[in-house]
């Protein structure tokens, strides 16, 4: 990788080849050393910048949410604010986002998943995601459906991403990111056709 001389470009350097090192032998594997070897920096760096792997994990996994964040976000510009089907194709598009399906990523997603169960700094960062998909999609429920009712089609559509993603992640051809989108917005409509 190139050399990165601002702070903001060396830590994006070193988060994309902890991606490429995770994606290639898997977290327990990633070792600083080969982390360093892939940024083509000495392993000093990694704890100069992030105090270790812990740390260089936390901010891999800000960086993808950060992504994911974004993806969504310029889905949604332009949208009327009453467009309820807009805002939920809009979140459910960018959750399948190339930058959340590409091979590295879904590798990185899957080992911090796993990882969350057991280190306190994952797991706030998990909650902080699983909130934002959950009241995003809520929020644009609601503007159709009673309390009760939103909040199920929140929680039946955030599981079924969640859940397609996985599904798709575990595939041994991969995910079918279209095929994806098409359940989940079928779901959503599914929930706003029961407005009464």
Same mark, same amino acid.
């Given at each position: 990788?190139?050399?990165?001389?601002? =702070?903001?470009?060396?830590?994006e350097?070193?988060?994309? /080849?902890?991606?490429? /090192?995770?994606?290639?032998?898997?977290?327990?594997?990633?070792?600083?050393?080969? #982390?360093?070897?892939? *940024?083509? !920096?000495?392993?000093? #760096?990694?704890?100069?910048?992030?105090?270790?792997?812990?740390?260089?994990?936390?901010?891999?996994?800000?960086? =993808?949410?950060?992504?994911?964040?974004?993806?969504?976000?310029?889905?949604?510009?332009?949208?009327?604010?009453?467009? !309820?089907?807009?805002? !939920?194709?809009? #979140?459910?598009?960018?959750?399948?986002?190339?930058?959340?399906?590409?091979?590295?990523?879904?590798?990185?997603?899957?080992?911090?998943?796993?990882?969350?169960?057991?280190?306190?700094? =994952?797991?706030?960062?998990?909650?902080?995601?699983?909130?934002?998909?959950?009241?995003?999609?809520?929020h644009?429920?609601?503007?159709?459906?009673?309390?009760?009712?939103?909040?199920?089609?929140?929680?039946?559509v955030?599981? =079924?991403?969640?859940g397609?993603?996985?599904?798709?992640?575990?595939?041994?051809?991969? #995910?079918?990111?279209?095929?994806?989108?098409?359940?989940?917005?079928?779901? *959503?409509?599914?929930?706003?056709?029961?407005?009464?």
């Amino acid at each position: 990788m190139p050399h990165h001389g601002s =702070l903001n470009g060396r830590r994006e350097q070193l988060i994309r /080849a902890n991606l490429t /090192a995770i994606h290639q032998y898997g977290l327990a594997d990633a070792t600083i050393a080969r #982390i360093a070897r892939l *940024a083509g !920096v000495s392993t000093g #760096i990694i704890s100069h910048y992030f105090g270790g792997k812990s740390g260089l994990m936390e901010a891999t996994m800000r960086h =993808l949410l950060a992504e994911l964040g974004r993806a969504v976000t310029e889905r949604r510009q332009g949208l009327d604010a009453d467009d !309820v089907e807009g805002h !939920v194709d809009a #979140i459910i598009d960018g959750n399948f986002d190339s930058t959340q399906t590409n091979r590295a990523a879904m590798r990185t997603w899957l080992e911090f998943w796993a990882s969350s169960m057991h280190q306190p700094a =994952l797991q706030r960062l998990q909650r902080v995601n699983e909130r934002r998909l959950y009241s995003n999609l809520c929020h644009q429920f609601r503007k159709r459906l009673p309390p009760t009712q939103a909040r199920d089609a929140a929680r039946s559509v955030a599981g =079924l991403i969640d859940g397609l993603w996985l599904r798709g992640a575990l595939h041994p051809d991969g #995910i079918d990111i279209n095929g994806c989108r098409r359940l989940a917005r079928e779901n *959503a409509r599914f929930w706003l056709a029961q407005t009464h």
